[in-house]
């Protein structure tokens, strides 16, 4: 994976015409365990700061934050046409875990805390992307298939952005044995779930020739990443916002 990182966001070096920046903590203006570039808005951190961040990831992705579009996530597998309602206006935000678009300039994000954000592209035809908000539940209501299938028939690629890695995502068998039973035995390691394999296996079976990872785990570095698990649940987010150019 093409990476160039600076104090504020992961750029990832896609085929044109497409744009995908991955967020990190740092560069806002959040405090104590939202420190600081905290995206989320349903945390326990000022509303005004979480604005701010925004403002400021949309202006280190290159993107117009007021004609952008983000979801209010559910933990689902529904994937919806992007408007253009800007993501520092939340009431407007719909309810899904992805958002897609083939119209050049609509920036699509979401955020995260440990789930894996995930952005697919047409590799032909009209150019066309989605990001996804991808925990253990919406992996297994079918979220990756839902992204591919709004994208239509045809050849995909996939970016897996950083996520709680198979090191520190212990589970118990009520999550690992519907997993087993979805993706085989490979994405379980003792009471350990590899969700980013799993994510895998369903974006090349949903269409994707072409996947690759900012492999980074959110839980083993506290510096760069907020995550939900190693901070029991009071801790920022971090996600992805993509554009066709």
């Known amino acids: 994976m093409s990476l160039h990182a600076d104090r504020t966001v992961i750029h990832w070096q896609a085929p044109d015409p497409y744009r995908i920046v991955f967020s990190m903590r740092l560069g806002g203006v959040s405090e104590g365990p ?32 007021a004609g952008a579009a983000m979801a209010r996530q559910i933990h689902g597998a529904s994937v919806l046409e992007a408007k253009p309602r800007g993501i520092l206006a939340p009431a407007a935000h719909p309810s899904c875990d992805g958002l897609w678009t083939d119209r050049p300039g609509l920036a699509l994000a979401v955020v995260t805390a440990d789930c894996l954000p995930i952005a697919l592209w047409r590799t032909g035809g009209i150019p066309g992307i989605a990001v996804l908000h991808a925990g253990w539940k919406g992996i297994l209501a079918g979220i990756v298939e839902a992204g591919a299938a709004a994208l239509g028939d045809g050849p995909l690629g996939a970016v897996v952005g950083p996520g709680i890695g198979a090191c520190c995502y212990e589970v118990g068998e009520e999550v690992a044995g519907r997993y087993r039973v979805r993706f085989g035995d490979g994405v379980v390691r003792g009471r350990s779930l590899d969700l980013r394999a799993a994510a895998e296996l369903a974006l090349r079976e949903a269409g994707c020739t072409s996947v690759e990872h900012g492999d980074r785990c959110t839980a083993c570095e506290p510096e760069l990443f907020f995550s939900h698990r190693r901070d029991g649940g009071h801790t920022g987010r971090q996600g992805v916002i993509a554009h066709v150019a």
């Open 34 to 65: 939202f420190a600081s570039l905290n995206l989320g808005l349903l945390t326990d951190d000022e509303p005004d700061r979480v604005l701010e961040n925004r403002r400021r990831l949309c202006e280190a992705a290159g993107v117009d934050g």
